[in-house]
């Protein structure tokens, strides 16, 4: 099987590229290296992928790209390229989230509309929820975004099940809650908190510390994905992908501290504009589709990304507070 993955130089789509190639699989990695980080670190991202003969890089933005090609080519699509992030997703920002979440997702669904069999995985996020009411949450919740960037991942939802409707094209929506582990994006809370931990400075956390998320390891959410990838009869599925980890940030600078050994000070800042208090998902209908279950801890993901936080040699000041931003 040949996969498309899109934005396969972040952090979740660098893992899924060795996951596939580990199977036995081809990968067409493709990603624009846009500006939302450094382009080193998605560079080190892709360092083992690059070693397999079986992938193949095409540097291309996909919202003004020739996409066509790059369909034809697969046999199944992996989109999980976007602009990321709730903070940062206010004010001028906001154009390259419609750019890069809208108007890029529209491109290739349109592009996948002339071979509408073939699986198209949409790769959302938990922040179309917004504050929900009832924990946890069920997929039937009528979404409320309390971001920009939530907005434009309920677009590119939306979007999927408008193609899916007119030309048949094979969408699947998987709701990602919060994932965490090695190759984080540097602006996350996870990473954020290691960094501070490595360079003795306070962990500086947006709120009471007593707000909750469901974190979900990385390697579980490739599990889903990859599956969501070949099970049959899925076209027009919506899942939530959380991991069984709700816990507060305060509990989680806790764990952290233990598996880190190190004594980590705290410090609260007023919470920010798009931050919601609490979030949990109910995952009965990915476990019943495609047998998904989460098997990390959150004891276990935190201790692997703070090992992989003491690996990298990257500069340790500029600290600045985290919220919990979702995928």
């Keep these: 099987m040949r996969v498309l993955i899109t934005g396969c130089a972040g952090f979740i789509g660098s893992h899924l590229t060795e996951a596939c190639l580990a199977e036995g699989n081809e990968v067409l990695?493709?990603?624009c290296f846009n500006d939302n980080y450094a382009r080193d670190a998605k560079l080190r991202n892709l360092r083992i992928a690059r070693a397999w003969d079986g992938v193949e890089f095409v540097p291309i933005d996909l919202a003004r790209g020739a996409l066509r090609s790059l369909v034809e080519e697969?046999?199944?699509i992996c989109h999980l390229a976007a602009e990321p992030g709730v903070r940062p997703s206010w004010g001028r920002r906001f154009e390259s989230y419609m750019r890069n979440n809208v108007l890029a997702t529209q491109h290739l669904l349109e592009a996948a509309s002339t071979q509408p069999e073939k699986r198209f995985i949409y790769a959302s996020s938990s922040s179309i929820y917004g504050q929900s009411e009832s924990f946890p949450t069920t997929e039937q919740t009528i979404p409320a975004p309390h971001s920009p960037y939530g907005l434009t991942k309920l677009d590119g939802e939306h979007l999927c099940s408008i193609y899916?409707?007119?030309?048949?094209?094979?969408?699947?929506?998987?709701?990602y809650f919060s994932v965490y582990g090695p190759r984080q994006r540097p602006d996350m809370a996870f990473s954020r908190f290691c960094r501070a931990a490595l360079s003795d400075s306070p962990i500086e956390i947006y709120g009471d510390g007593m707000q909750t998320r469901d974190f979900t390891f990385v390697a579980d959410v490739i599990s889903?994905?990859?599956?969501?990838?070949?099970?049959?009869?899925?076209?027009?599925?919506?899942m939530n992908i959380g991991g069984g980890s709700r816990i507060s940030l305060g509990?989680?600078?806790?764990?952290?501290a233990e598996v880190s050994g190190r004594k980590l000070e705290r410090r609260l800042l007023d919470p920010q504009p798009g931050d919601v208090r609490d979030t949990a998902a109910a995952i009965g209908r990915a476990r019943a589709r495609i047998g998904y279950e989460p098997r990390t801890s959150i004891e276990d993901g935190l201790a692997a990304q703070?090992?992989?936080a003491q690996s990298l040699d990257l500069p340790r000041s500029g600290y600045s507070g985290a919220s919990c931003d979702s995928c």
């Design 29 to 31: 990695g493709v990603d």
């Design 74 to 76: 697969s046999d199944v």
């Design 164 to 175: 899916r409707q007119r030309f048949g094209v094979e969408t699947v929506v998987l709701r």
């Design 224 to 238: 889903a994905t990859r599956a969501a990838a070949t099970t049959p009869d899925l076209a027009g599925a919506v």
């Design 251 to 256: 509990d989680a600078v806790g764990v952290l």
């Design 306 to 308: 703070w090992e992989w």
